[in-house]
């Protein structure tokens, strides 16, 4: 089926510093999403990416939606100990197909 | 925005028993459920998706028997692990599709389940 290729697969970071977690597929994708999930919880939606080359900002995040349709990055500037979490990026085939995952970049943040 | 209230958050059970878990969409129509479980560390992986109203669509390698879902109307959705077991321990999610909302609001996930098989 079809693959997400996420890395880091962790990360510990000063606060303060800026991080950068991309995702890669052999497979070509229509829409890409970052989502984070706290420790028992389920994730929630960061951005949204849906046309090739698009660079979209959520305060201190940024991701961008690669120009081959096959990557995607997601970087986080100046860091606080709140982004500590697991990252996920996803995407779909179509509207109602499930979403696929990548494996996750836990994010660890030293204050 | 959507909401999505998954219950319970979390529960601990003894082995051979079943557990129902449940996922409500507050203010949406869930016309698609999907069922996710992750185990520590790992990404989620996908167990079924179910349409209301119709039988769920089961991932190769999850038991249907097992892992009961049930959709029956367009705002609750639940599973139920049957003859729980141990292995059956792990971190169970739900999300919600609303085919009429906009795609970055139409996949909406519940915060999770905690089971705890003894």
């Known amino acids: 089926g079809q693959q997400l290729n996420q890395s880091p697969q962790s990360m510990f970071i000063q606060e303060g510093e800026d991080v950068s977690m991309n995702c890669t597929s052999s497979?070509?994708?229509?829409?890409w999403l970052w989502y984070k999930q706290d420790p028992g919880e389920g994730p929630v939606l960061l951005i949204a990416?849906?046309?090739?080359?698009e660079l979209t900002s959520n305060g201190r995040l940024t991701a961008q939606f690669g120009i081959t349709r096959k990557d995607s990055f997601l970087n986080i500037s100046a860091s606080i100990p709140s982004d500590v979490g697991i990252y996920f990026c996803?995407?779909?085939?179509?509207?109602?197909?499930?979403?696929?995952f990548g494996k996750g970049t836990r994010l660890s943040v030293i204050a | 925005g959507a909401v999505v209230s998954q219950h319970p958050s979390r529960v601990i059970c003894k082995s051979g028993t079943s557990v129902k878990i449940e996922c409500r969409s507050l203010?949406?129509?869930?016309?698609?459920m999907f069922w996710y479980r992750q185990f520590p560390k790992q990404s989620l992986m996908l167990m079924a998706t179910?349409?209301?109203?119709?039988?769920?669509?089961?991932e190769q390698g999850v038991e249907k028997d097992k892992f009961l879902i049930n959709h029956a109307s367009l705002t609750l959705s639940t599973l139920t692990v049957t003859s729980a077991h141990p292995e059956d321990s792990s971190f169970y999610i739900c999300?919600?599709?609303?085919?009429?909302?906009?795609?970055?609001?139409?996949?909406?996930f519940g915060s999770g389940t905690r089971l705890t098989v003894v």
């Open positions: 999300s919600a599709r609303d085919r009429g909302r906009a795609l970055e609001n139409g996949y909406t």
């Open positions: 497979s070509i994708f229509n829409t």
């Open positions: 990416l849906y046309k090739a080359g």
């Open positions: 996803a995407s779909l085939v179509s509207g109602n197909t499930p979403l696929v």
């Open positions: 203010d949406f129509q869930a016309t698609t």
């Open positions: 179910s349409n209301e109203g119709s039988k769920a669509t089961y």
